[in-house]
């Protein structure tokens, strides 16, 4: 990983005993950079607060987008200055060589870059590691890494720090599916067939209205006949579910009369039997 990143280190122009080609992009830029990575910062947030809490030695831990910009940095402030870890300082490889945050982001994988590893001279009482996070969709969208003195220092935090990562990537992937799921649920739905429900007893015309609605159907509701047929002419419906024994125009002479006017309509004939017949 880091002969590999330091042939394109090479490749890219850089000199190791350069001064480090420090460069931080405009405010514009950074306020947008920042609010497209919204996501990573809020999820990232606290965990770079407590995996800065857990390392008693002089560190800084930050984040980047996609391209190596830093959004985030906590740790020690004189670390923050001497290396430009402030938001908005570019740290991809091409721009600043063998780094961690940049190399993790151009291999892809996790990474350790201790002292003279680095590219730079500038940097070989460095370590850093660092592991590249994925979105929801498996491309990368940012990195994490941990800087601190090549004394203070191991090849064995990438460890802590890719776990770090992964916890990062599952949460970000958890609101993505959250979002996913608000959108369809807030999105228009097709319209279901629409059924006029005939039926006198208030109770049972209430319940199939609901049982019917909850399925996705379109629900008219007539007491009796004469009101149904009336209902037709101005809500034409594809399906009628109708009552047998009703006062006023019973079921019969509703179906009889639909089956004229509407020979293509389904008609569902339901009935507990005859009003008033015991059992």
Request: contains cysteine; proline residues 6%.
């Amino acid at each position: 990983v880091i002969f590999d990143s330091w042939r394109r280190s090479s490749a890219a122009g850089h000199e190791r005993s350069s001064a480090p080609p420090f460069r931080r992009v405009s405010d514009d830029e950074l306020s947008q950079r920042m609010a497209s990575n919204a996501d990573l910062l809020a999820v990232a947030a606290p965990h770079v607060k407590r995996l800065s809490a857990m390392l008693n030695v002089p560190h800084v831990v930050y984040v980047t987008d996609a391209e190596g910009i830093v959004l985030d940095s906590r740790g020690d402030p004189d670390i923050i200055s001497r290396f430009s870890l402030l938001p908005g300082y570019d740290w991809c490889e091409a721009r600043m060589g063998t780094n961690g945050a940049g190399t993790a982001l151009a291999c892809g994988d996790p990474v350790a870059v201790i002292g003279p590893e680095h590219f730079s001279a500038e940097f070989q009482d460095c370590t850093c590691t660092a592991a590249p996070i994925r979105g929801s969709d498996g491309r990368i969208v940012g990195a994490i890494d941990v800087c601190s003195g090549v004394g203070h220092g191991s090849a064995e935090r990438v460890l802590l720090v890719a776990y770090v990562a992964e916890q990062i990537e599952r949460e970000l992937a958890y609101r993505c599916e959250k979002r996913q799921f608000t959108e369809l649920w807030r999105a228009p739905k097709e319209r279901g067939p629409r059924v006029l429900v005939i039926e006198d007893n208030p109770d049972l015309r209430s319940l199939l209205e609901h049982t019917l609605a909850a399925e996705g159907f379109e629900v008219e509701t007539a007491s009796n006949g004469t009101e149904a047929l009336r209902l037709l002419h101005n809500c034409p419906v594809e399906i009628v579910v109708t009552d047998i024994f009703m006062p006023d125009k019973d079921g019969i002479e509703v179906i009889s009369e639909l089956k004229q006017s509407h020979p293509g309509m389904t008609i569902i004939a339901v009935s507990g039997g005859p009003r008033g017949c015991g059992p």
